[in-house]
């Protein structure tokens, strides 16, 4: 999402104590900590523990969205929308972890092992840091540091060795570098932190949100950012989420921000929404233009072979056709599967 302004006043954090705070942010600026299984944890190097190169065929979750809307128009007659809305439910698409959920290790367990059977590779998505969102979509996320750090380790606990792709924290760097967030510091150290656990694993591939072009222009700025949060320990960073700008323009960015990592960073974009670029003007109806605007069309086509320098895949993250926020009358609330907005997108055609 676009960062938007003025900041609305943060909330002070509550429920922990200056020891546990000092002793668990010590511990992860040192760039060590307790992995997915209780033990020690230390940063990988990419170039010697990443895994495999992504697989070609990415999980399409038989039971998403848009599949239950096209067995239910065909049911009331509604061939063409179906057959239109079968661009969306046919291709495959991250699942997101918001910290709705009080069991995410069978959560992740049970996901990884769907796509397991279909031999395929799943793509996830954390979004659950303290103040995430800054408060564009109110103050989501774990209530403490160490709530996150919990969090974290318990998602890992359900990777068990299986194939998966994490998208960390869409716009908490960016945020940071923005510094919207109460304590800056912490929350650079706890993406560190969730890195190195993720990393743990040994099978699990980790992109850390960079935000999109029209976000942080400073590209030494952000690299800066992402650097404190880890990112040499990851396999990458990702742009784009949730965002609709093209994907010419996030290669010419990634390749601007990667050199500003020493050109050896690879990363992945977000093209599920971005088929007719970002709406043209800062508004619509009186809200933000990144929410939910109207006229746009779906992007490339998820893919791990994209010919493209240090591109590792185009990925469908934002699913298509769920709400960005209740930003104008009769429009859902984030995250909520919105029919008419997913078919939009299926009928325009890109441009």
């Not at 298509?320 to 429009?331: F, L, N, W």
């Not at 919105?338 to 939009?344: G, H, K, S, T, V």
Request: hydrophobic residues 40%.
């Amino acid at each position: 999402m676009t960062a938007v302004s003025p900041r609305p006043s943060l909330p002070t954090r509550t429920g922990r104590t200056a020891l546990l705070t000092a002793v668990a942010l010590t511990a992860l600026v040192a760039g060590c900590g307790t992995g997915a299984d209780g033990g020690p944890v230390a940063e990988r190097s990419t170039a010697a523990t990443s895994p495999a190169p992504l697989p070609p065929i990415l999980y399409v979750d038989p039971d998403n969205a848009a599949a239950g809307q096209v067995t239910e128009w065909e049911r009331r007659g509604r061939a063409t929308d179906a057959a239109a809305l079968r661009r969306i439910s046919t291709r495959p698409t991250a699942r997101w972890l918001v910290g709705d959920s009080g069991a995410v290790t069978e959560e992740v367990s049970a996901y990884l092992a769907g796509a397991a059977r279909a031999g395929q590779t799943p793509v996830l998505v954390t979004h659950n840091l303290p103040q995430r969102d800054c408060g564009r979509q109110g103050y989501g996320g774990a209530e403490t540091a160490e709530a996150y750090q919990r969090w974290i380790r318990e998602l890992a606990g359900g990777v068990r060795g299986r194939p998966v792709t994490v998208i960390l924290e869409p716009g908490a760097v960016p945020d940071a570098v923005d510094r919207c967030v109460a304590d800056v510091d912490e929350r650079l150290a706890l993406l560190r932190d969730a890195v190195a656990v993720l990393g743990s694993t040994g099978s699990a591939r980790v992109y850390l949100d960079a935000g999109h072009p029209g976000w942080v222009r400073d590209s030494t700025k952000l690299a800066a950012a992402l650097d404190r949060a880890g990112v040499a320990g990851a396999d990458g960073f990702a742009l784009n989420v949730a965002n609709f700008g093209t994907t010419a323009e996030n290669v010419a960015y990634g390749h601007r921000l990667s050199d500003a990592l020493g050109g050896t960073a690879n990363f992945v974009i977000d093209t599920s929404r971005n088929g007719n670029g970002p709406y043209p003007g800062r508004t619509v109806k009186g809200a933000p233009s990144w929410c939910n605007p109207p006229g746009r069309a779906l992007g490339e086509e998820p893919t791990t072979r994209t010919g493209l320098d240090r591109v590792d895949a185009l990925l469908w993250i934002k699913y298509p056709g769920e709400s960005d926020g209740a930003c104008r009358p009769g429009e859902p609330e984030i995250g909520t599967w919105w029919p008419r907005y997913a078919l939009d997108l299926a009928d325009h055609p890109a441009s």
